[in-house]
């Protein structure tokens, strides 16, 4: 009997490519290819690539190379948005045999069947349509222990420094039925909980059901763990979402609603759409409404146009709040985007110093947010294991450790936190 040949995928990047690196696998699986790690030799190496900043395609550029060292003679295959950027470059990087865009991911599997016959390593189309919507999938268990469940691709908005749209097209969601049937099957296979992805998963829309409309089905699903909205935009969230979530607690408290910036100048030329006192108005809403909620945040720094006493309300701005945790990104220059050509770029160096700031401030938030856990109850989906340590992250998005003589991986346990060590909360089974 043929061996069967073997396939790794590297995926760099956002929850979308996540979410479509599981369907890529779980489609592999399904048409008997081997699917191995990538710190294994393959056969075939698919690289899910980013190119949302200057940063993720050297990520992505690294992935190529990390590829070639461990499976010298594979065939690689390079897909995703730096693909979609720069496809003449991505082909000319050593090593690489096929380049895949965004439109045609959907139909990576086919290509690869067609290994053989394929002439040209270089599939690009001309849009984006209904048709290139590339599903999230039901994965095997031993890769993960969430599940992604991309519900919405694509968007709209025209933020000036964001080259997503021109990568990813207008947005474009997933119907309904379709969500809730793969949910069920994730359900079915065991998963607790259902991360709910997409490029702007707040602009869901398919036919009159909007975001709130499709996580009111999702929970009505018989055996539903839980379910993980990933971040949404703060104009695009609403009461009736808020309540739901206060309301259900199958529903993690956690909300990632990215800011940006606090200067209004600033989001004005970051062509945001909202203002700082729309901003607060929702985040006091959340706060004041949701028990125990986590809430994180986006901000870039060194936008153009971004002076010191900027950057200084903006600092400021996410000292007084509660966050729970501050994604920080530098500003990067993306050739196409509106904001490239601005006047009063901003100097790396001094880009590098605000941003080193603000991610102390993330450590000393996130410090002082765990504390704030200490003798609760919390829930928690152990994940990893190590030595009877098992790993975790509760409902709203703490890592917990417990020690454990029986094996709770994969398990949804309810967890008392004892106390804090190396910015991890440990704790005892409750139960």
Do not use: W
Request: glycine content about 6%.
């Amino acid at each position: 009997m043929q061996d069967k040949v073997k396939v790794s995928v590297i995926t760099v990047g956002c929850k979308v490519n996540q979410a479509e690196s599981d369907s890529i696998i779980d489609q592999l699986i399904e048409r008997g290819y081997s699917v191995v790690d990538k710190r294994d030799r393959a056969d075939i190496v698919i690289i899910n690539s980013c190119a949302v900043t200057a940063h993720a395609e050297a990520k992505s550029r690294g992935a190529i190379a990390f590829a070639r060292r461990v499976s010298p003679n594979s065939k690689i295959f390079v897909t995703g948005c730096y693909s979609q950027k720069d496809p003449i470059a991505v082909k000319n990087i050593k090593g690489v045999d096929y380049v895949i865009d965004n439109v045609k991911k959907s139909k990576l599997i086919d290509i690869i069947d067609n290994i053989n016959v394929v002439q040209s390593k270089v599939h690009i189309a001309d849009e984006f349509n209904e048709s290139c919507f590339i599903k999230s999938g039901l994965v095997h268990r031993k890769f993960r222990t969430r599940a992604f469940l991309k519900i919405q691709d694509g968007c709209n908005f025209s933020c000036s420094y964001c080259i997503v749209p021109k990568l990813r097209g207008r947005s474009r969601a997933r119907p309904v039925e379709d969500c809730v049937e793969e949910a069920k099957k994730m359900v079915e296979a065991g998963y607790k909980e259902i991360v709910l992805t997409g490029v702007n998963i707040g602009s869901y829309k398919y036919g009159k059901n909007k975001l709130v409309d499709l996580v009111k089905r999702l929970i009505e699903i018989e055996g539903i763990g839980r379910i993980r909205l990933s971040s949404i935009e703060p104009n695009l969230i609403n009461d009736e979402l808020i309540d739901l979530v206060r309301a259900d607690n199958r529903i993690c408290p956690h909300f990632h609603i990215p800011l940006q910036h606090a200067s209004d100048k600033i989001l004005t030329l970051m062509n945001r759409k909202y203002g700082i006192e729309d901003y607060d108005k929702i985040f006091n809403k959340i706060y004041d409404s949701v028990e125990n909620v986590c809430i994180g945040t986006d901000v870039i720094v060194g936008f153009p146009g971004e002076a010191v006493s900027d950057f200084e309300y903006l600092y400021d701005y996410l000292k007084g709040k509660p966050f729970s945790y501050i994604h920080v990104f530098s500003y990067s220059n993306r050739e196409g985007t509106p904001a490239a050509s601005f006047d009063n770029q901003v100097e790396p160096r001094e880009i590098k110093v605000r941003s080193q700031k603000i991610q102390k401030l993330s450590r000393d938030k996130r410090s002082e947010f765990m504390k704030k856990q200490i003798g609760k109850a919390l829930n928690v989906l152990f994940e990893k294991s190590e030595d009877g340590k098992y790993y975790g992250y509760s409902e709203n998005y703490v890592r917990v450790l417990v020690k454990s003589e029986i094996n709770i991986k994969d398990k949804l346990l309810s967890v008392r936190a004892t106390f804090m060590k190396d910015e991890i909360l440990q704790g005892e089974l409750i139960d």
